[in-house]
């Protein structure tokens, strides 16, 4: 049994273009929203129109209200961060958010005891290269949509003689990835930011991908909900 899933993070209007691609090729997943996200000017974020929007067809998750590194804040900011996202998108939806995601990954035990006291069920890492659920509330994810210089190790362990192919070449590191994954069974999970696809001219990178993953009989596509 192969499961699939993708996730966005941050919330910046250019979600709307990812949305579209995953519609057209049946891919689900979810949208991790910083509402005041601190890395994207006032004027490209999401708006509440724009959130409600999503939620029609995807999962909406929270990212904290401003993005900071949990690690870099006191904890009575972190807990803050966290339970005020939660608060703000279900006021924004009418209806619960149960998903997060840690901002840049960065998080310690007690940030996970805070998400679970807030009352989520899933929170996500940047932690890549896996193909399983893992810890509910410290998630892996399998590949970024994006090029990591530090993954040379880890794109070595799955490219074999393809190598500096899938060193340069996100996609290709992906669809290598999930096919590998769909042999044994397993959780293939794409994640990456609009603003970061766009910067990089990478949308047809992930296109790619997305007809690769897309449409298939034998795959469950899912939200990240619905990986616990
Ligand atoms: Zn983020």
């Given at each position: 049994?192969?499961?699939?899933?993708?996730?966005?993070?941050?919330?910046?209007?250019?979600?709307?273009?990812?949305?579209?691609?995953?519609?057209?090729?049946?891919?689900?997943?979810?949208?991790?929203?910083?509402?005041?996200?601190?890395?994207?000017?006032?004027?490209?974020?999401?708006?509440?129109?724009?959130?409600?929007?999503?939620?029609?067809?995807?999962?909406?998750?929270?990212?904290?209200?401003?993005?900071?590194?949990?690690?870099?804040?006191?904890?009575?900011?972190?807990?803050?961060?966290?339970?005020d996202s939660?608060?703000f998108l279900?006021?924004?939806?009418?209806?619960?958010?149960?998903?997060?995601?840690?901002?840049?990954?960065?998080?310690?035990?007690?940030?996970?005891?805070?998400?679970?006291?807030?009352?989520?069920?899933?929170?996500?890492?940047?932690?890549?290269?896996?193909?399983?659920?893992?810890?509910?509330?410290?998630?892996?994810?399998?590949?970024?949509?994006?090029?990591?210089?530090?993954?040379?190790?880890?794109?070595?362990?799955?490219?074999?003689?393809?190598?500096?192919?899938?060193y340069l070449?996100?996609?290709?590191?992906?669809?290598?990835?999930?096919?590998?994954?769909?042999?044994?069974?397993?959780?293939?999970?794409?994640?990456?930011?609009?603003?970061?696809?766009?910067?990089?001219?990478?949308?047809?990178?992930?296109?790619?991908?997305?007809?690769?993953?897309?449409?298939?009989?034998?795959?469950?596509?899912?939200?990240?909900?619905?990986?616990?």
């Amino acid at each position: 049994m192969t499961t699939v899933t993708t996730s966005w993070d941050d919330g910046h209007a250019l979600d709307m273009r990812v949305a579209e691609l995953l519609r057209k090729h049946a891919v689900s997943g979810t949208f991790y929203i910083s509402p005041q996200c601190r890395e994207i000017p006032a004027d490209e974020r999401l708006t509440g129109a724009q959130v409600r929007e999503l939620a029609h067809a995807f999962e909406i998750g929270a990212h904290t209200m401003t993005h900071p590194r949990l690690t870099e804040v006191s904890s009575e900011v972190a807990r803050q961060e966290i339970v005020d996202s939660k608060k703000f998108l279900e006021d924004v939806l009418g209806s619960p958010v149960s998903s997060f995601c840690y901002p840049g990954g960065a998080f310690i035990g007690a940030h996970k005891a805070m998400v679970k006291d807030a009352g989520f069920t899933f929170a996500r890492t940047v932690e890549r290269f896996e193909g399983g659920i893992g810890d509910p509330f410290a998630a892996p994810t399998t590949i970024h949509a994006y090029r990591h210089y530090s993954d040379a190790l880890g794109v070595a362990r799955h490219m074999g003689k393809r190598f500096l192919s899938g060193y340069l070449n996100w996609d290709e590191l992906a669809t290598t990835l999930f096919d590998e994954i769909a042999q044994d069974g397993g959780v293939f999970h794409l994640w990456g930011h609009s603003w970061e696809i766009e910067k990089n001219s990478d949308w047809e990178r992930l296109e790619r991908v997305l007809a690769h993953i897309g449409k298939r009989k034998e795959v469950a596509y899912v939200q990240n909900c619905a990986l616990v």
